[in-house]
């Protein structure tokens, strides 16, 4: 059966056209994705992702476990930040990148993606059984939304209570703290997957409406507009961020996704996967994830094959005319001889192989 999400309403009374995500009817659009994308670039964007999942993990040990459940060192984590993560299979395969914020020494909240929410709570529940710690999964209870676009600070700080608005403007990025907006008690972290500033404010089901209704108001003024999921699809590639099951997924493993970094080998916790993950360090790859930017205008696709001399080298995995820069972007997995940027390959546009440069991401920076 398909979810809806506790603002579901309100995205029909918007008009938006809706799709299935992760077992979810979502919003894909409410006016053209073009024009839903530049409002971010120029402005700000209303995102409902409440389709996202919320899991606590709570005890003496939660640190000490997490160190051993997720690929990164989190027990480095001060309270108040957050880190980018990813939870592997025993044999190294990426069952889901995530972010985790540190609530308190003892409390982190682990936020998986939409289709992997009950795949990442079960497998941290499983994961947890030799250890005192708690975990809860409130992906059910719990309503998520984002503002993200150049004006995003200015439209919370016209809803936030005066002892709010310091912590607002001190919030650095990949972190998250308690604030007062619109009346309501939010936790505000300052992340976002678009490539600019923004925020995703967790509050509980029951005052969801009440807060996506105060952000859009105050946003009026700002130009602010509601975006969906196509929107921020084009955002993320932009940004050259990852979307699990395109760049990411069990037959991959972190370090031919550029995310090796990620991957803490110095904690000396064990953790599931790095007696496979630690000599991929050194290893040769056989494969690397890449930009790829088109000299013509025709777009790659996820799917279509990169050629070389006419043999396959690769395997598009995300790709589009970017909205921003003019012309086709898209990521790639290609042989890792051929991953050097400036490198030039094909892409088989359905019979017809297209200019493409090899070329570091992320395609778009913000200026700040």
Request: net charge negative.
């Amino acid at each position: 059966m398909t979810k809806q999400t506790a603002l579901y309403a309100e995205h029909e009374v918007l008009g938006a056209s809706f799709t299935d995500f992760g077992g979810w009817q979502m919003p894909l659009k409410y006016r053209s994705e073009l024009e839903e994308h530049h409002t971010v670039r120029r402005a700000a964007g209303l995102f409902d992702l409440s389709h996202m999942g919320e899991v606590w993990v709570a005890g003496p040990q939660a640190a000490e476990f997490l160190n051993y459940a997720l690929v990164g060192n989190l027990a480095a984590i001060a309270v108040g930040k957050a880190k980018y993560s990813l939870i592997c299979t025993e044999d190294g395969g990426v069952i889901d990148d995530l972010i985790v914020y540190r609530r308190a020494d003892d409390r982190y909240l682990v936020v998986p993606n939409a289709s992997n929410a009950d795949t990442v709570a079960a497998a941290l529940q499983e994961r947890a059984v030799n250890f005192d710690v708690a975990v809860d999964d409130e992906s059910e209870n719990t309503a998520l939304i984002a503002v993200q676009g150049p004006a995003a600070e200015a439209i919370l700080l016209d809803i936030a209570a005066d002892s709010s608005r310091q912590l607002i403007t001190e919030l650095k990025y990949y972190a998250a703290v308690e604030v007062e907006l619109a009346g309501l008690q939010v936790l505000l972290a300052r992340t976002g997957y678009t490539g600019e500033d923004g925020f995703e404010l967790f509050i509980g089901n029951a005052e969801a409406v009440q807060l996506w209704k105060a952000v859009a108001a105050a946003g009026a003024q700002h130009q602010l507009a509601p975006c969906g999921l196509a929107s921020r699809d084009s955002l993320r590639l932009e940004a050259g961020m990852p979307l699990y099951g395109n760049e990411l997924g069990l037959d991959t493993n972190p370090f031919e996704a550029g995310l090796g970094g990620v991957v803490s080998l110095k904690k000396a916790d064990n953790f599931v996967g790095r007696s496979v993950l630690e000599p991929l360090k050194e290893a040769t790859l056989e494969r690397k994830l890449v930009g790829l930017q088109g000299g013509g205008r025709r777009s790659a696709r996820a799917g279509y094959n990169v050629v070389v001399d006419g043999a396959v080298v690769g395997t598009v995995t995300s790709g589009l005319p970017s909205p921003t820069l003019g012309y086709p972007v898209a990521m790639a997995y290609v042989n890792a001889a051929l991953a050097e940027p400036g490198t030039e390959v094909q892409v088989d546009l359905r019979g017809k192989p297209e200019p493409f440069t090899v070329v570091a991401t992320p395609f778009y920076r913000r200026q700040k």
